[in-house]
């Protein structure tokens, strides 16, 4: 079988998304399938290259990458909401040379490739990672709770506040029509969970749909050089630990004021990438790490107690839990999204609601005082986490893809007829 995936960014450009890209093309390549990557050009790397795993890389380039401050930024070039015409047509010269049998889109750089989308071609198969498809801020949040549905006038103000005066029309009108188009031709939505799903209006709206989550690697690699120095500033094993964005959609203010009320704790380390909201006074005992390689997470998540994940926004399928699970550690997460599907209260974690902090701090405390309790929930996450596995889910993957071929087949064979 012959595999494209489209996705805007892919290693070294590090994410759940990106690293899901990655692992999922390199096993379907290792499973005998041929399979190439077309993802948006960034300064430095080379237009065309094959990756450690035997991927065919394409790196294409855009017009709006081209206008500063639009639809592109010093690390990221975003695909816009709409089709771009230089994308679409560097995508045509790809297809034309990799001759797919299954496309696989990831986020907004399918748009670039709908107008190219034939009856009688490759298949088309949207993973849906976030709220993208129903959502121009792709997180389905409105004032602090979960947003209702779209509504054209009421997204119009809700996106202002994220993309500002010139973006937001062009991002709302762009996600509102090519909703539409996707719906007609995407072949196969795979949301990541029940939320996404559910969010995206999927159920009754007549379009084929399977619910599809994440996925981390059976076994992650140890540190290349043994021992890495930069694990010195971590505190002694069994400290509390969140990865993630440092902002309060990540949970992250709330979670500072439920462990500023724990008396005795251990400490708390926080792995992830500073925000504009991100708190600048942090209590005693927090340990904050900017810009930790995976490999080095991996191996921080191995030496903590208690993993915590508290968003406060709607979480589609967040990886670092399923990462902490695999490393034997209960997790403390909130009922919002798709961390529910992840954590099964009482067996393999704790569910708290999200942005209560009372209830937050009564987990960590229930955890903290209850070694029994930790124990048999941590040993819980990493027999449960084999669910979550690759082994597990790219057959179900492969599954949709043949299934696809085989519908096209007796299409073609009634068109024959």
């Keep these: ?16 998304e990106e690293r899901h890209v990655h692992t999922l093309s390199g096993a379907l390549h290792a499973r ?7 993802m948006l050009w960034r300064k430095g790397l080379s237009d065309f290259e094959e990756d450690d795993n035997g991927v065919l890389l394409y790196r294409v ?30 995508l045509r010269q790809v297809i034309k040379r990799e001759r ?9 750089l399918v748009h670039s490739f709908l107008p190219l989308k034939a009856a009688h071609g490759p298949k088309l198969v949207l993973t849906l990672h976030d709220f993208s498809f129903i959502c121009s801020r792709k997180r389905l949040m409105r004032h ?27 991002t709302v009108a762009g996600t509102w029509v090519m909703r539409q188009i996707e ?36 076994q992650f690699p140890t540190l290349p050089n043994g021992d890495d120095e930069r694990l010195r500033a971590l505190p002694a094993d069994g400290y509390l630990m969140f990865v993630g964005d440092l902002t309060e959609q990540k949970g992250i203010h709330v979670l500072l004021r439920a462990y500023s009320e724990l008396r005795d704790a251990p400490p708390l380390v926080l792995i992830g990438r500073a925000q504009p909201d991100t708190p600048t006074t942090l209590p005693p005992n927090v340990v904050v790490l ?43 997460g909130s009922r919002i999204g798709g ?12 569910i708290v609601p999200p942005g209560d902090t009372e209830a937050l701090r009564h987990a960590m405390v229930e955890l903290l005082t209850n070694g029994e309790l930790r124990t048999r929930l941590g040993d819980n996450a990493a027999r449960g986490v084999v669910r979550f596995q690759a082994s597990s889910i790219i057959p179900r993957i492969e599954d949709v893809y043949q299934g696809l071929l085989r519908e096209s087949e007796a299409q073609s064979v009634a068109i024959s007829l």
Excluded at 100 to 108: E, L, R, S
Aim: with cysteine; proline share 12%; net charge negative.
């Design 32 to 38: 005998g399938h041929e399979v190439a990557v077309a």
């Design 1 to 16: 079988m012959r595999i494209l995936m489209l996705t805007q960014f892919y290693p070294p450009v590090s994410g759940g």
């Design 100 to 108: 797919p049998d299954i496309i696989h889109a990831h986020n907004w």
């Design 144 to 170: 602090g709770a979960p947003c209702t549905g779209p509504g054209f006038v009421k997204c119009l103000a809700c996106a202002h506040e994220q993309y500002g005066p010139i973006k937001t029309l062009p």
């Design 183 to 218: 719906r007609r031709k995407v072949d196969m939505f795979l949301p990541v969970s029940r939320a996404v799903a559910t969010g995206s209006q999927l159920a009754g709206s007549g379009s084929p749909y399977q619910v599809i989550p994440n996925f981390i690697p059976d």
């Design 339 to 350: 961390i529910v599907d992840l954590i099964d209260d009482g067996h393999t974690g704790l």
């Design 290 to 332: 900017n810009n930790w390689p995976h490999a080095l997470v991996m191996e921080a998540w191995r030496r903590s107690g208690i993993a915590l994940v508290p968003s406060t926004c709607q979480d589609a399928c967040p990886t670092v839990v399923m990462e902490a699970m695999a490393c034997g550690k209960p997790v403390i």
């Design 61 to 90: 380039r855009g017009l709006m990458q081209r206008i500063p401050g639009i639809y592109s930024e010093h690390e990221r070039p975003h695909s816009p909401p709409l089709p771009d015409p230089e994308a679409t047509l560097a």
